[in-house]
């Protein structure tokens, strides 16, 4: 079959899907429903589908995603810390569950927020650190509604990019937002519970609850409507994998054996999520007299982060999104873990004064937050996208806390782990050892690598070119 062949048979087999996926776009938005399907290689080349990774760099044949992570309360640094560096370093014991994906990662040291220090403002370090993390802006010192931050990374990112997917950002907090009060030493709790901002004074509030991001990634209309469509499913006994089956078959057909085989595991995987979610859900609501009123987030803090983690994961694979924050936990956080013998809160014991018992219960947290990031990591791996590469090869994550050592409230020398290659853009497999210097010259080069340059970012100085080399 020679080349002339071959594009013009690609053309037709996108046209075909195309159609496909308009007679059911039709379909499914007449129930509530609104379905993304994955990157398929049988069409990601041909110009039908070309409007979709329009915003990735030359060179780069998938489109690139970024997200960001959060842990509160610094780290034990000890622990932390590994031995050695560039290729030829180990992980200090708090990332030992990141040993299988070694590979994919760069554990960067040197990078800064001075924009989190006390100086004229004094105490309210926790605050700052969620309100600096991704703006590299000092926030105004106010529990009014004058707040005052800086736009953040990622919603800089998603109005460069944001128009080339169905959402342009997806932000996520496994606490529920507090939008008013003072939380730390006279600074607003808009700051301590929001690490994205859309602008100066408006942040990006974050979802908890599970089955509303998942109604908001594939269900369309208003809270009403979204119940409304819920009990019509309920009513036919169709979940919305069922609306999305019989489509999926014809679409099948037009895919080679590789992409059946994605497109088999995409629904299964939305199966599974549903079925989850569905028996955290039998567990019980509260009764309240408003029906429209979202279920309770699961209670068990690890199946939370897990479930929010797999929304995070459809979005990227579905390509509803490029965009994404997690707060695992605000700073401050005082939860308790006692699944892992840590009955303290963590706040509390982040101010260690170097006791070995204090010290010992917060690497046992910074454990289990790996433990996390490593799930989040093995998810985006299994999944294959174009060139060989995996979901993970084309995204990058970056993992970090605004604080280094809570028990002085360091902001220097954060702990940051930067996870993908940016389709190949990247280094990995390292420990990135810089001389002290901002963040945000981590995000400049970020930006770079989803195709939206920026000469400046915050508190920035330069990009950051060593994350190539």
């Known amino acids: 079959?020679?080349?002339?062949?071959?594009?013009?048979?690609?053309?037709?087999?996108?046209?075909?899907?195309?159609?496909?996926?308009?007679?059911?776009?039709?379909?499914?938005?007449?129930?509530?429903?609104?379905?993304?399907?994955?990157?398929?290689?049988?069409?990601?080349?041909?110009?039908?589908?070309?409007?979709?990774?329009?915003?990735?760099?030359?060179?780069?044949?998938?489109?690139?995603?970024?997200?960001?992570?959060?842990?509160?309360?610094?780290?034990?640094?000890?622990r932390w810390r590994g031995v050695g560096e560039g290729?030829?370093?180990?992980?200090?014991?708090?990332?030992?569950?990141?040993?299988?994906?070694?590979?994919?990662?760069?554990?960067?040291?040197?990078?800064?927020q001075s924009s989190g220090t006390g100086g004229p403002d004094g105490p309210g370090d926790h605050a700052r650190a969620t309100a600096t993390i991704l703006t590299g802006v000092r926030p105004r010192k106010t529990a009014g509604a004058n707040i005052r931050a800086g736009i953040s990374i990622d919603q800089l990112a998603a109005a460069r990019i944001g128009k080339a997917t169905r959402f342009s950002s997806l932000e996520l907090s496994c606490d529920a937002v507090r939008k008013s009060g003072s939380c730390d030493s006279g600074y607003a709790c808009?700051?301590?519970?929001?690490?994205?901002?859309?602008?100066?004074?408006?942040?990006?509030?974050?979802?908890?609850?599970?089955?509303?991001?998942?109604?908001?990634?594939?269900?369309?209309?208003?809270?009403?409507?979204?119940?409304?469509?819920?009990?019509?499913?309920?009513?036919?006994?169709?979940?919305?994998?069922?609306?999305?089956?019989?489509?999926?078959?014809?679409?099948?057909?037009?895919l080679d054996a590789g992409d059946r085989q994605k497109l088999d595991e995409y629904l299964t995987g939305i199966r599974e999520i549903e079925q989850r979610i569905i028996q955290l859900e039998k567990m019980g609501v509260p009764a309240v007299p408003e029906l429209d009123l979202p279920q309770q987030a699961p209670a068990d803090y690890r199946e939370h982060i897990r479930l929010l983690a797999d929304m995070l994961v459809l979005a990227f694979q579905t390509d509803s999104t490029r965009i994404a924050t997690f707060m695992l936990a605000h700073d401050g956080?005082?939860?308790?873990?006692?699944?892992?013998?840590?009955?303290?809160?963590?706040?509390?014991?982040?101010?260690?004064?170097?006791?070995?018992?204090?010290l010992e219960k917060i690497g046992k947290i910074d454990h289990f937050y790996?433990?996390?990031?490593?799930?989040?990591?093995?998810?985006?791996?299994?999944?294959r996208e174009g060139n060989g590469r995996s979901l993970l090869d084309n995204s990058m994550l970056v993992y970090a806390s605004g604080l280094s050592d809570g028990n002085r409230h360091r902001h220097d020398d954060l702990p940051v782990v930067l996870a993908g290659s940016g389709g190949g853009q990247l280094a990995t497999g390292r420990h990135l050892k810089l001389p002290e210097q901002p963040m945000t010259n981590l995000f400049l080069t970020m930006l770079e690598a989803?195709?939206?340059?920026?000469?400046?970012?915050?508190?920035?100085?330069?990009?950051?070119?060593a994350l190539r080399s």
């Open 370 to 383: 790996a433990e996390q990031l490593a799930y989040i990591l093995g998810r985006l791996r299994e999944i």
């Open 190 to 254: 808009a700051y301590s519970f929001n690490m994205s901002w859309r602008s100066a004074n408006q942040p990006a509030t974050p979802e908890s609850n599970p089955r509303l991001v998942f109604e908001r990634l594939f269900g369309a209309g208003t809270g009403s409507e979204r119940a409304t469509n819920l009990q019509v499913r309920q009513t036919q006994q169709r979940s919305i994998l069922d609306f999305v089956t019989a489509e999926a078959r014809r679409i099948n057909g037009h």
């Open 1 to 78: 079959m020679n080349q002339s062949h071959n594009t013009r048979h690609q053309s037709r087999v996108a046209a075909a899907l195309n159609r496909r996926r308009f007679i059911a776009d039709i379909a499914l938005k007449g129930l509530g429903v609104s379905v993304g399907l994955p990157l398929l290689d049988s069409v990601l080349a041909s110009n039908a589908l070309a409007a979709q990774s329009a915003a990735t760099p030359p060179g780069v044949t998938a489109p690139v995603r970024m997200a960001f992570l959060y842990v509160p309360n610094g780290v034990n640094v000890d």
């Open 87 to 112: 290729v030829d370093y180990a992980f200090g014991p708090t990332l030992e569950p990141l040993k299988p994906y070694k590979s994919d990662v760069q554990v960067i040291s040197g990078l800064a």
């Open 333 to 358: 956080s005082n939860r308790t873990f006692p699944d892992i013998g840590v009955g303290d809160g963590h706040h509390e014991i982040s101010h260690h004064q170097k006791s070995a018992d204090k």
């Open 450 to 465: 989803i195709g939206a340059p920026t000469p400046q970012f915050g508190d920035s100085t330069a990009p950051l070119h």
